[in-house]
């Protein structure tokens, strides 16, 4: 214990450095695990750590078989008072690196510590249950390589000199290296299944994204985010951020102080028709919890999967919630006339306002009403309104009071994209003109590497959409006649420049912004290749390849054909002959002496080059000359003076020496 | 580490060889050890995992560790494959002591091997590593029960690096052996009287032996021949008590001139009594049923004698 201070020193010891070697790889593989377990279970694996290494030196472990039987019965319970459970991806987690702790004190034979390892190896695996970045894959990937280089240590009886561990670190690497090619061809290869063999993982909920009701205050909590929403890709590459309204959740009905759905929404297919051809789009879209899928438009079709309605407001909905990341492909109208004819029923809910209240925005939408010939005079009207009187954008809005709408128009002026929403959509039913609130996204962030766009948390914006004879429900969006910075810009354009959150302001531009977008895109191709790479992905690039590749009878046999060439190319590597000698001189002596062995002339192991030559020549003096020749050469570069130059006079001369079997 | 049984293809025996031989892929043979069936079955569970919970870098990981032990059976193979082995000498040892066969491994290759070693049913030995261009000497210890000459029969060449997941190995026999000197006699009794009073009872005086000084301890003398009083005295070498109880000129050690009965039994004792002429200086010759080996002395003399004692009978 007096050596603390010295590593040196404190690595003198064998035993140590040989539990080093078990201790240093699980500590990489278990570091990013300790975020998602008790803390108590990190501390208690350290703890046997260092009690394992400074107890080194007592020849047995430092805890007896009552003290082993207690500290695992005793993890099991508290994993079990934790979790729940001691089985399934959580518990069983928490409880095999508690156990691996334990064990720590106890690893004095090669299977101990190659047990460890292993568990690593699990753990390793495990802990992409949680996290799959392209960067914990890269960090996995070096935890891998101490597991490798621990694993070959831990057979060996005796530890190695500190230096020596430089060589097998680059042996893993190596063995690792020429591991990935056949890993990589398994992985395309191995037929992917469609669903899980036995229950999923429960995924921990209450992650941001838009919601089912809006009340002032809930989008700006999301404005502030920077999580990414969903990445998507347009077959074409000319549309404009102003263009993008990503649809989320339509809301309809209005309580007095929050928009959401008392009632559902009519299930009947939508009633639209496009007014341009459609445009095709991928959207991978980040696990968010809830139902709702991201429409830029109105779909040709809807994709196979994930399994979904779309109802008639065009609220597209999947039938689980997502709790993976989700990659759909479909073409959509991006100019359409939707619902033309709108139904009674649809009619009267567009319109209804609770009894009472919000008395002087009613009057200003009856004044309008009265003063319009047509709805659609009303609508320009209102919006001529808005951009006319001081009406502010900022994320920080006054409180409002008990009648928010008349508030929010005649008060404080001061909001955001879902108080003008909402205040619009509440002028208009008061004018007698359907409308509703959408939510969703707008615009995003176009990354020109990849040439797709990057939509994010601060990207979720609210609009209003309103009813009109013969052209159907018609996008409105208030806030771009306040600030239309916001809708052709993104969200820091239209905000004043105090109020820019300063995550975003250092995001957006600068000379980061390159290397942000490239990284981006990297990410995305990863959760596009590698993470997203399912049983449909998967037929797709494989009937690319060859169409027979697309069954799972195709993929069968090219995983046999793969099989097959892998262990033909090992039974080469393993049956081919050594190399006899390295040295060139050399085997072009051996090459001499089998031509001179084929007419019996042997050379027995213990005969010199010079001896030999001369018994040869006495026995075929015809070759005599040849012989001596051959033999000079031979001894001359093996013996004499280094000459490399007069290494192919040897080999030519072997070349050129071919005796036959009965001289004259 | 255990000691395990040698498995080899029964149509391909392996011969008694002599000389140096080279070990080529068709002699080594490759398996699973039980640390790589546990990994096979692991993987096996850690595919299932990926599966259910379709995780791709599961799979893609479960999949690397799958090609890293694949890529380490011909890396296992490497390590044997293209070594020169040449038996090396063996010293002979006394029976109950264990002798070191040792095999030397030329490496003409330009990479190290390691973790290498020898494994007989009695026993294995300690792994080694043969240097890039070098060469080892890989070390065998047998216990040896009986005299005579031994052959250690087959042995293995084995090899678990890098990965310890497969091992590698190789069944051989060689034209080596030991020879093992009889044990000699625990308990001293003075050397037999002349020639004279063979016929007589060659009643042993023990009790009446005269301290004659002390000499350098070899193996096999009797414990309690060891001066342990000049060892506790601060003495660096074990020293042995020598007794002369009766060293007549002309000492001949006959074997009808030891009081045991039983013909091992003789052959200890006169063992013994060869080890005490020989460590007296003075020149003494050994007869045995069959053979005399004529009055001499020296180190030579010793070995000669011994190896007599050791091969009589035909052992």
Known sequence: MKHLGLPGVFLENDTRRQRLWVILPLLLVLAPHAARLPIWISLAWLACAGLSLFAAERGRPPVGGVGKAVLALGGAAGVLLQFGTVIGPAGGVALLVFLSGAKLLEMNSARDRMGLLFVGVFLLVAHFLDAQSLFTAAYMALAAVALVAGLMLATKPAAVALAETRGHLALAARLLAQALPLALLLFVLFPRLPGPLWGLPQQTAGKSGLSERMAPG??????????????????????????????????????????????????????FEARAPPTGV????????????????????LPATPPSTLASDLQWLARE???????????????????????????????????????????????????????????????????????????????????????????????????????????????????RVVTGYQGGELNQLGNYWIVR????????????????WMRVDPTAAVAPERVERGLNAALPAAERPAALVALQGGWLRPLRLGLDLLNSRWNEWVLGYNQERQR????????????????????????????????????????????????????????LARLDLRRTPAEGARDFAVRAAAARPDLAADIDAITRRYVALRYGPAGADRLGELEAAVRAFRPTRHGP | MAARALPYLPWRKPRVESGPLRLTARRLYILPTRAGLVFGVLLL?????????????????????????????????????????RAGAVAPVFAGESAVYSLHADNADGRVRRGISLHHPLGVGEARDIPAGGSANLELRLPQARRGWHAPGRFSIHSEFPLGLFRCWSVLELDWGVLVYPAPATDAL???????????????????????????????DPPRRIAWKAVARGGRELLTKQFAGAAPRGLWLDWRLAPERDMEARLSRLTRWVLDAHATGLPFGLRLPGREIPQSAGEAHLRACLEALAREGGH
């Not at chain 1, 046999?560 to 085997?587: F, G, K, N, Q, T």
């Open chain 1, 218 to 271: 809930d989008i700006s909590q999301l404005i502030l985010s920077d999580e990414l929403a969903f990445r998507a890709e347009f077959a074409d590459a000319r549309l404009e951020s102003r263009q993008l309204y990503w649809r989320g959740p339509v809301l309809w009905d209005y309580d007095g102080r929050a928009w959401g759905n008392s009632a559902p929404v009519s299930a009947r297919p939508p009633d």
């Open chain 1, 282 to 301: 991928a959207v991978t879209l980040e696990p968010h919890q809830r139902r709702w899928l991201f429409l830029p438009g109105a779909p040709s079709r």
């Open chain 1, 321 to 435: 919630p997502l709790r993976q990341r989700l990659r759909y492909e479909l073409e959509v109208y991006l100019d359409y006339r939707l619902q033309p004819r709108l139904d009674a029923a649809s009619r009267a809910r567009g319109l209804a306002l609770p009894a009472e209240g919000d008395q002087r925005a009613r009057q200003l939408a009856s004044a309008w009403r009265e003063a319009a010939t047509d709805d659609a005079a009303i609508v320009e009207q209102a919006l001529g309104w808005f951009g006319a009187e001081a009406f502010h954008y900022t994320l920080n809005p006054p409180q409002l009071g008990a009648s928010a709408v008349d508030d929010f128009l005649f008060g404080t002026r001061r909001g955001f994209c879902e108080h003008y929403a909402s205040a619009f959509v509440f002028l208009m039913r008061a004018a007698g003109v359907p409308a």
């Open chain 1, 457 to 472: 948390g601060r990207d979720a914006h609210a609009w209003a959409e309103v009813w009109l004879p013969e052209r159907g």
């Open chain 1, 540 to 595: 797709r690039f494989l009937a690319g390849l060859h169409p027979l590749l697309a069954s799972l009878q195709g993929m069968l046999i090219a995983l046999i054909v793969v099989a097959a060439a892998a262990l033909l190319l090992l039974a080469v590597r393993l049956y081919r002959r050594p190399p006899e000698s390295r040295d060139r001189a050399a085997r072009a002596y051996e090459r001499f002496c089998r031509r």
């Open chain 2, 45 to 85: 569970g850690l595919l299932v995992g990926a599966i259910n919970y379709g995780v791709s870098l599961a799979y893609l990981f479960t999949f690397w560790f799958a090609g890293l032990a694949i890529v380490g059976m011909p890396h296992t193979q490497r390590n044997l494959s293209g070594l020169t082995l």
């Open chain 2, 190 to 220: 003075p050397f037999p009287r002349g020639e004279a009073d063979a016929g007589e009872d060659a009643a042993p005086r023990a009790e009446g032996a005269e301290f004659a000084g002390l000499r350098g301890y070899q193996p096999g």
